[in-house]
């Protein structure tokens, strides 16, 4: 990383602390939340309270991990300060909003929502707990904006595990897609600029997320399974069957860029499809 690079960043991170240090009520915290950040952003290998602590001159993580676990301040007000910083920095009117989930591993029963479930991080069921992230993107940059966690219905049904994770009694059972829609919508209402949502299959296949964007008038790019019944003038047809039927000349090849595995290539073909009454009139924001 350049003097220039490290000068930039901090920079930035001194203007986001401008916007969020009003929510922190002593001096104390407030410089512990800018250590913390400026730890997130740095190089340093295995980011947890112990490596940030010590990147930040401390003996122990204590004051770390009193920042995040007892120190009074509203989480989602800094994140709404976050969003907005976003906004102002990368907002374009073409901006996409992106919706993916990250499992973080976990070896007891104790932390809010864990259990035996499917991880994209791992590649297969884990004990772990699963967090909903909404992503920001333009061409002057990306960033993430906000995040809900996903609470099982076993979590939500259980009281007393709940009051012992500090879990709020009005906390109610969501999917993941809706915890998504949820997180869209405030986005939007924070009039973020947005123009397009891209999301994978586990949210491209349910009818509700995609209704609510519809709803909202905001484009949308979403993949689903090889088995999703799609409309046709002749009636729903599964979508490989769809693929496998198109011709070949409007098919195109395009780079998502290199990923772990190497080059990541697909293919893609656009097809008109019959209006099923839910199609969105008009579009947002000149899009």
Do not use: H
């Not at 960033?143 to 099982?152: C, G, I, Q, S, T």
């Amino acid at each position: 990383m350049t003097v220039e690079n490290v000068a930039g960043w901090t920079a930035g991170l001194d203007e986001l602390m401008g916007r969020i240090a009003p929510r922190f009520g002593r001096v104390e915290p407030r410089r512990r939340a800018r250590a913390y950040l400026l730890g997130l952003l740095s190089p340093i290998a295995g980011k947890n309270s112990w490596t940030i602590a010590e990147a930040a001159g401390d003996d122990t993580p204590d004051g770390m991990q009193r920042l995040l676990n007892d120190a009074v301040w509203d989480a989602d007000t800094v994140r709404d300060d976050l969003r907005g910083y976003v906004a102002d920095q990368l907002g374009e009117v073409d901006g996409v909003l992106i919706v993916d989930e990250t499992g973080f591993l976990k070896k007891g029963s104790k932390s809010a929502g864990v259990q035996r479930q499917y991880s994209g991080t791992a590649g297969r069921v884990e004990n772990c707990q699963l967090g909903v992230f909404l992503a920001y993107a333009s061409s002057r940059g990306r960033a993430l904006v906000d995040r809900e966690l996903y609470l099982p219905q076993q979590w939500c049904a259980d009281a007393e595990r709940r009051a012992e994770a500090g879990i709020d009694s009005a906390v109610r059972f969501a999917t993941k897609p809706a915890l998504a829609l949820a997180m869209i919508e405030r986005a939007l209402d924070a009039g973020m600029p947005a123009c397009w949502v891209a999301a994978d299959e586990a949210y491209g296949q349910d009818s509700k997320f995609r209704l609510g964007l519809q709803k909202r008038q905001v484009g949308y790019v979403l993949a689903v399974p090889r088995s999703q019944k799609i409309p046709t003038e002749g009636g729903a047809a599964r979508a490989d069957a769809l693929a496998a039927a198109a011709p070949e000349l409007p098919w195109k090849r395009r780079s998502c860029g290199d990923g772990a595995k190497g080059p990541r290539l697909y293919d893609w073909a656009v097809a008109s499809l019959p209006d099923t009454g839910t199609a969105a009139r008009g579009s947002p924001g000149g899009c």
